[in-house]
């Protein structure tokens, strides 16, 4: 810190300076206390007084040093300024305040006064004259640290401190009475604390303080009420000492404290205790007070009804005296016993005098310490509620949860819960146990012929059967609308076929239904552990399961893994055709359906395709057949449906998709599932063509109708598959609501070749001509079978001859390609495509095809196609140079590039 105004504005104090003799003067500065030094330009220490003695160095130590080198780090900066700034001006002086450290490390506080002599004669200098000041620094930075110190006990401080005269008058005042009672202390000084007391209170405070003042060193403490600022009265515990004596205060000290809030709890604790009582006694949830005996010291009137006793049977009285004894031993050990207290409710069962059961759900804590005189040695609070109803909404929905609602049975969910428990054990103890899949043989006629609702009526008595044949320990449990499922502990794969033997004896028995007496039956797929693993057991009794119904009611078969290797192949494709459906491993394809002549695509048939890992591409025609056996058709036929739905709505223009419909989805609520995919998709109606065969149809007549009805009320296209191959009525097709008709590929291919073939066609056109519908021919291969249909006034048609099925992602550039094309595909092409179908039939060609993708030579293909005995044309066994003229062949062919066409 800097101060010039200290220093002599010019040399007249110098006047009359008597010393002229440099070593008189030289003798003076080594006299000197302060601590001088002369610094050069470069501010080096040229010279220093022998007085830094005094701080522990001689000056040949400190000659030759930097000036600033014993600066305390903090202020150097600072110091460093003040000589750059004085030596730049001629003849300034300035000073500061800064630390220096001494030689033994500790710092000491001094003031630099700072000359600027360069340049003058016998001097040219920086002239320093240190002087020490840590003392006094000392004193004043003690003196400003009590200073604080006392101003923030007495401002923090939630008392207010006032020093007066016996009159009260006031001499001083803490800061803290701003925030205590809103008063400025430099205000009210002077002022008579009487003056602020209330009239009430005025007397007793004057009495004390005379009596205070009449005794030195009294002190005595009072109460009263004391006007704050905003003109409210507020309690205040006065202490008054007397220091009249003391000389550093001479005057009463007063210590007040704000007791407003203290006084009017204290006032209003009777009315509250009352009040208090008051809830206690109306509360209709108990309150217990339990010694640590068990012994009852506090109840409300709520606690003895949750009971069902009164108060003064319950009051003082031992727990055994009150509830049973097996309830009372329980209540020790989980509420009174401190070491079993948690945090959650404990819930007891309660049964009162009538009988009646009544569960309670009871908080505990301890007593606090401050009431051992109302409860000697402890005790224990609980709050107690009523959970009667509670527990049995729980219970409800613990069983909505995990029951079967039709038939009260175990669902998926607990019977999931006991295959993991069996698990456990398995891994623990490798106790086998079996997994029996039970299916209803003919629910649906049931269920057509006399109503769902006697359907379920089946259902519920053929669960009962279940139950009543299983062994004590199995769990019987419904999973879907006809299959159970029963879990055997502790058995193997000869016990499981017994016991699916025996429920299906107990199952069969006449049952009267509507008036009708049926037989109810079940099929039965067994597996157990000690044949499969835990995770495969389920997979392999549902292969078990399509095995016993592919021979007929009530039959059982047993999961054998020494069965041949095709059942077992069967079992895993269609567990692999189940993980593909979760996972999304299927795809659709799009075969394009064109406008005969000009090529022009107005929709696509969207056709499944599904690649199995490890195995390649697997047909349709052989998973399709298998799901439909497997009961996942449904599932197969609703994924297809929404997935069309959602990639048509990305094709251009108002192209329209066609999806297949199984009977399975027929008999269903296919109505809503449609309904579902187009408000998924956004996909119009009109743009969705609902393919069913004849087979679906007529297999069940007025359901069929009924749904195809459903359907054309969305405004979607109903189209009839395959055509001329089932057993229509014509009488039906009239009424039912189809839009189109497609003839089926068998009577396509033997257009301009077959004679009957092709009047089978004409007929065909011709009739839904009559009808109003739109013909679409299948399976169009060649030109020639094009130039047939166009003639016989076939208006639509799909096959090879324009393109394969692709995926969606190729699918508008093929749209692109033949709407480009505008003419049929070369004349030599079809050439070889005729003489491929003329000479082998398409299936065989296909079969070749797909043995050599696989890497199959001509000699392995001949020799495969021998073994399975089929024929060759013209001959009796194949040659490979047979198989490679007509791999050769094929490879040129729409047909050879894009495979077989599958449904």
């Known amino acids: 810190m800097t101060n010039p105004d200290t220093f002599p504005a010019d040399d007249s104090e110098l006047a009359g ?273 339990l010694d640590s005996t068990g012994r009852t010291r506090f109840a409300n009137a709520g606690m003895a009804e949750l009971l069902g006793v009164t108060l003064d049977e319950l009051v003082d009285v031992d727990l055994d005296d009150v509830v049973e004894a097996e309830l009372a031993q329980d209540i020790r050990e989980k509420v009174v016993n401190p070491q079993a207290r948690v945090a959650d409710d404990r819930v007891l069962l309660v049964h009162t005098r009538e009988g009646s059961p009544r569960w309670l759900a009871v908080s505990a804590a301890p007593l606090p310490p401050g009431l051992s005189e109302l409860v000697p040695g402890g005790g224990t609070i609980a709050l107690v509620a009523d959970v009667t109803e509670r527990k049995a909404n729980e219970d409800a929905l613990r069983r909505l949860a995990l029951y079967d609602a039709l038939t009260g049975l175990p669902n998926r969910a607990l019977l999931d819960e006991q295959r993991r428990v069996l698990g456990d054990r398995l891994l623990r103890t490798d106790e086998n146990y079996s997994y029996l899949l039970c299916d209803i043989d003919g629910l649906k006629l049931i269920n057509d012929a006399l109503g769902s609702v006697e359907g379920d009526r089946l259902i519920q008595e053929v669960a009962r059967r279940l139950a009543e044949a299983a062994r004590p320990g199995d769990t019987v449990a419904r999973t879907t609308g006809d299959q159970f499922v029963v879990l055997c502990p502790g058995t193997e794969s000869f016990q499981a076929q017994r016991i699916a033997h025996e429920l299906v004896t107990a199952v069969e028995g006449p049952l009267e239904i509507a008036g009708s007496t049926v037989w109810p039956t079940i099929c039965v797929g067994a597996a157990s552990t000690g044949d499969v693993t835990d995770k495969g057991l389920a997979s392999a009794a549902d292969g078990a399961l399509l095995r ?236 020639e079978q094009m130039s047939a249909l166009r003639g016989l006034g076939c208006e639509f048609a799909q096959g090879y001859l324009w393109s394969r099925a692709v995926a969606n992602a190729e699918f508008v550039d093929t749209i692109g390609r033949l709407e480009r094309q505008q003419i049929p595909p070369r004349v030599r092409t079809a050439r070889k495509a005729r003489l491929v179908s003329a000479d082998v039939p398409q299936l065989i060609v296909a079969r070749m095809m797909s043995m050599h993708r696989q890497g199959a030579s001509p000699s392995s293909i001949a020799a495969a196609l021998n073994i399975e005995g089929v024929p060759a044309p013209g001959d009796k066994r194949w040659h490979h140079a047979a198989v490679a003229h007509v791999i050769t062949d094929a490879g040129h062919s729409p047909q050879g590039r894009g495979g077989p066409h599958s449904p």
């Open 548 to 783: 016993a119904k592919r021979s007929g009611r009530s039959s059982v078969a047993v999961f054998d893994a020494a069965a041949p290797r095709d059942h077992r192949s069967e079992l895993e494709l269609l567990a692999d055709l189940r993980e593909a459906l979760s996972t999304g491993g299927l795809r659709l394809h799009y075969q394009p359906v064109v406008r005969l002549g000009s090529n022009e695509v107005i929709g696509a048939e969207a056709l499944m395709r599904w690649t199995r890992p490890g195995h390649g591409e697997v047909p349709p025609s052989v998973f399709i057949p298998l799901a439909e056996e497997a009961g996942l058709i449904a599932e197969l036929g609703t994924w297809s449906l929404h997935q069309a739905c959602r990639d048509a709505v990305s094709w251009p223009g108002q192209l329209a998709v066609a999806v297949n419909l199984s009977a399975r989805q027929l008999a269903d609520d296919v109505a809503g599932t449609v309904r579902a995919a187009l408000h998924d998709s956004g996909l119009a109606p009109n743009r969705l063509w609902l393919e069913v065969t004849e087979t679906a149809i007529f297999a069940d007549v007025p359901t069929a109708a009924y749904h195809l009805r459903s359907l054309e009320a969305l405004g979607v296209h109903i189209s009839l598959d395959d055509f001329g191959t089932g057993y229509s009525s014509l009488v039906y097709l009239r009424d039912f609501p189809v839009h189109s008709l497609k003839i089926d590929r068998s009577f396509i291919a033997g257009l301009g070749n077959n004679p009957d073939d092709s009047a089978i066609v004409a007929a065909l056109i011709s009739l839904g001509q009559s009808l109003g519908l739109r013909i679409v021919a299948e399976g169009v291969e060649t030109p």
């Open 17 to 289: 300076w008597p010393m002229t003799d440099p070593l008189a003067v030289h003798t003076i500065l080594a006299c000197a206390s302060d601590v001088m030094a002369f610094l050069d330009r470069e501010m080096t220490i040229k010279w220093i007084s022998p007085a830094v003695r005094e701080w522990g160095y001689t000056a040949t130590s400190v000659v030759g040093t930097q000036a600033g080198h014993r600066t305390h780090p903090d202020d150097l900066p600072g110091f460093r300024a003040l000589l750059a700034k004085v030596a730049g001006i001629p003849g300034a002086k300035d000073r500061a305040e800064v630390r220096v450290r001494n030689s033994d490390g500790t710092w000491r506080w001094v003031e630099q006064r700072v000359t600027n002599l360069l340049g003058e004669e016998g001097v040219d200098a920086l002239v320093v004259t240190t002087v020490d000041i840590d003392d006094k620094r000392r004193a004043v930075d003690q003196l400003q640290r009590r200073e604080l110190f006392y101003g923030a006990v007495f401002d923090g401080a939630p008392d207010m401190a006032v020093v007066c005269d016996p009159d009260t008058s006031m001499r001083w005042v803490s800061p803290s009475v701003t925030a205590l009672c809103g008063h400025d202390p430099a205000k009210i000084l002077g002022t008579k604390v009487a003056a602020l007391v209330h009239p009430e209170d005025l007397e007793a405070f004057r009495a004390a303080v005379e009596r205070v003042v009449a005794q030195p060193g009294a002190r005595e403490c009072i109460e009263s009420r004391f006007l704050d600022a905003d003109g409210v009265w507020r309690w205040s515990q006065q202490r008054i000492t007397n220091c009249l004596d003391d000389p550093a205060v001479a005057g009463l000290v007063l210590n007040c404290a704000d007791i407003t809030h203290r006084r009017e709890a204290s006032d209003n604790l009777q009315g509250r205790e009352q009040f208090l009582r008051l809830v206690l006694e109306k509360a209709h949830d108990g309150v217990w007070v």
